[in-house]
Every structure is written in C-alpha cells, then in structure tokens.
C-alpha cells in the first residue's frame, strides 16, 4: 500500500534560518508523482511542486528546493533564510494511479513556525 | 478570475441532518476531488469524478454522496449515516485525472 511518512510534526525556528522538512515514502509503482503542498492558517492547501519518479534532478525555485532520492524513498523539501510567511503546515503526497485519475495520499503534514 | 470556491466556509447543523456543501470552479478542468481533513491528520480522498455523470468512491466514501451533473460543479452531501462528520472538507481539481490537483479554500462542518 501507498504510505507517507512526515515525521517531524512540528517544528520552530528564528527567522532567517534554514530548515528542511523530511518526507518518506513507500510505494510499489514504478511510476509516481511526488508533491508538497502548503496549508496556511486561511486553509487552503497550496500547489508547491510536482515530481515525476524518473527525474530525480534536484529543483530549486527562489528560497525553496526539493531534494528527491529514489534509492532512501526520500522528497525532502528545504527552505532558505525562512521567513514569517512561511509558517504553515507542509503536506508531503504521493500519487497512486487508479483507473486514470491519480489518487493522492497525502503525510500526517509538518507545521511549521518561524519565529521574529 | 479562474478559481475554485467552496461554500459556506463556516457550517453548522444539527447531529441527524444532511447537509450539502458547495464546489464550483471555473478552470474548465474534468476531474474533481472531495478530500476529508481532521485536526492534526493528511487529508482523506471521499469521492472523485474524472468526468460529467461519473464519480467513484475514495478510501472514506461511507455516509456521503456526491453528483456530478455538471462539469464545474460537484456538490459533496453528508448524509445522517456519516458517524463522524465534523471536519474540513477540501474540494479540489485538474485538468484529467492524471494532472496536478489545485483546492478550493475549504469549508468547516460543525455537527452540533
């Protein structure tokens, strides 16, 4: 069965420090997708990034960076010089294909507080 | 703007009603998704349409119900029979099912 484990729950740090959120997967397919989403206090979950399992580059965008590797089932999300906006809950998903559509099972999630 | 909207974003009823929560959006994509939140959890896939007049069930389909008479609206019902139904309830969207799924803002059910 698909399963994603995150499993820092919470964590906090200082404004302008470096943090990195852990994401484990497990999964049978040899094809999949891996996503992080952010959920802010307002609710709704936000589209951070979409990563098919062949690519197993490492992405960056601004402050962000994704750091995926197939051989420890790892997508690990890290964020530079953190910033009071970014606290937030982190859900690391995984896709499962069912019929077509891709079914996602989402990570307990990891709320995440940046501190002034 | 294009978008996905959820209503209302606040609900409360009373233990033994149905209840009917909104999800209309505008991006003109296919699928759309019902997900389940509890405090502290992931979320939970409930129902699922990849198309008009189609929808299949998700891990926690039980004591809700959903149609899909029209390709931007998909409309999540919890019924009596749901034992548990105070959570939030996330719609979402994409393109095809196989595309990246976009959420609406949500809406919190309270059952009194």
Same mark, same amino acid.
């Given at each position: &069965?698909?399963?994603?484990?995150?499993?820092?729950? *919470?964590?906090?740090?200082? #404004?302008?420090?470096?943090?990195?959120?852990?994401?484990?997967? #497990?999964?049978?397919?040899?094809?999949?997708?891996?996503?992080?989403?952010?959920?802010?206090?307002?609710? *709704?979950?936000?589209?951070?990034?979409?990563?098919?399992? !062949?690519? #197993?580059?490492?992405?960056?965008?601004?402050?962000?960076?994704?750091? !995926?590797?197939?051989?420890?089932?790892?997508?690990?999300? $890290?964020?530079? &010089?953190?910033?009071?906006?970014?606290? &937030?809950?982190?859900?690391?998903?995984?896709? #499962?294909?069912?019929?077509? &559509?891709?079914?996602?099972? !989402?990570?307990?999630? $990891?709320?995440?507080?940046?501190?002034? | 703007?294009?978008?996905?909207?959820?209503?209302?974003?606040?609900?409360?009823?009373?233990?033994?009603?149905?209840?009917?929560?909104?999800?209309?959006?505008?991006?003109?994509?296919?699928?759309?998704?019902?997900?389940?939140?509890?405090?502290?959890?992931?979320?939970?896939?409930?129902?699922?349409?990849?198309?008009?007049?189609?929808?299949?069930?998700?891990?926690?389909?039980?004591?809700?119900?959903?149609?899909?008479?029209?390709?931007?609206?998909?409309?999540?019902?919890?019924?009596?029979?749901?034992?548990?139904?105070?959570?939030?309830?996330?719609?979402?969207?994409?393109?095809?099912?196989?595309?990246?799924?976009?959420?609406?803002?949500?809406?919190?059910?309270?059952?009194?």
């Amino acid at each position: &069965a698909q399963k994603v484990t995150q499993a820092q729950t *919470e964590i906090s740090v200082v #404004e302008k420090e470096d943090v990195t959120l852990d994401c484990v997967y #497990e999964t049978r397919d040899t094809t999949y997708y891996l996503f992080w989403y952010k959920q802010p206090p307002s609710g *709704e979950l936000v589209f951070l990034i979409r990563r098919n399992s !062949f690519d #197993e580059q490492n992405e960056i965008s601004g402050r962000y960076s994704w750091n !995926f590797q197939k051989s420890t089932s790892s997508f690990n999300f $890290t964020i530079t &010089a953190s910033q009071v906006v970014d606290s &937030a809950v982190y859900f690391c998903a995984l896709s #499962e294909l069912i019929q077509g &559509a891709q079914k996602l099972v !989402f990570g307990q999630g $990891t709320r995440l507080t940046i501190n002034p | 703007d294009g978008g996905i909207t959820q209503s209302p974003k606040y609900l409360f009823r009373k233990e033994g009603q149905n209840v009917t929560l909104s999800c209309e959006q505008n991006l003109n994509h296919d699928a759309m998704y019902w997900y389940r939140q509890d405090p502290g959890q992931g979320l939970r896939l409930i129902y699922y349409s990849q198309i008009v007049n189609d929808f299949q069930k998700g891990d926690i389909a039980e004591g809700y119900s959903v149609s899909r008479e029209k390709k931007e609206s998909f409309p999540l019902t919890v019924t009596s029979a749901q034992k548990n139904p105070t959570a939030f309830y996330l719609c979402a969207s994409s393109a095809t099912g196989a595309d990246t799924q976009y959420f609406g803002p949500g809406t919190r059910l309270t059952v009194l």
